[in-house]
């Protein structure tokens, strides 16, 4: 299985957006995704408060800002060979 973790903040407009992408690629993958919202948290604020939205696939930071759904099925179908 994939683990996808999402950093995001709330009103965050890029952040929605990259949840909506990675939710929409998540059927075609054995992937489960965990989003976390960094506010009021000031570890995690002071570590991607200013990098939101970030997601980590498997642990490793794989985009930050943006990406495409092509971008994701490309980094997803990589862990898969793994």
């Given at each position: 299985?994939?683990?996808l973790r999402?950093?995001?903040r709330a009103d965050c407009e890029l952040c929605r957006e990259m949840e909506e992408i990675v939710e929409a690629e998540l059927p075609r993958f054995d992937a489960r995704l965990e989003r976390i919202e960094i506010d009021g948290e000031p570890a995690l604020e002071a570590t991607y408060g200013q990098e939101v939205p970030v997601l980590f696939v498997n642990d490793r930071k794989a985009f930050?800002?943006?990406c495409t759904a092509r971008e994701l099925r490309k980094r997803l179908l990589r862990e898969?060979?793994?």
């Open positions: 299985m994939i683990e999402l950093y995001t930050k800002f943006r898969v060979r793994r």
